[in-house]
């Protein structure tokens, strides 16, 4: 059962590269306040830059740390705008599904 599940693994892994992320390494990865799918994503993408698991969560805590602002850092913001004349930021989205159309 278990070389089973490798061979399944590995599958993945081979077809769909940069997109399966374990759910253990985005929870070890701390983005929980970030949506499920962002975090993934985000760690995807770095998974397939770094040698390592660590290196790659490393990498995104750095990315989601510069890209996520706190509320309280509008003044860094600004700094950051005035100094580099743009700058890139995640936000956040809300949305409702209307399954009736």
Do not use: C, W
């Not at 701390?30 to 760690?43: D, Q």
């Amino acid at each position: 059962m278990e070389q089973m599940n490798n061979q399944v693994e590995e599958l993945a892994k081979t077809n769909f590269q940069g997109n399966i992320v374990g759910k253990n390494l985005t929870r070890k990865a701390g983005l929980n306040f970030l949506p499920r799918y962002v975090s993934e994503f985000i760690l995807g993408n770095y998974l397939d830059r770094s040698d390592t698991q660590e290196t790659a969560i490393t990498n995104a805590k750095e990315f989601v740390n510069d890209h996520y602002p706190e509320n309280n850092s509008g003044e860094l913001l600004k700094h950051k705008l005035l100094e580099e004349g743009q700058i890139q930021l995640l936000q956040k989205f809300e949305f409702t599904v209307n399954l009736d159309k």
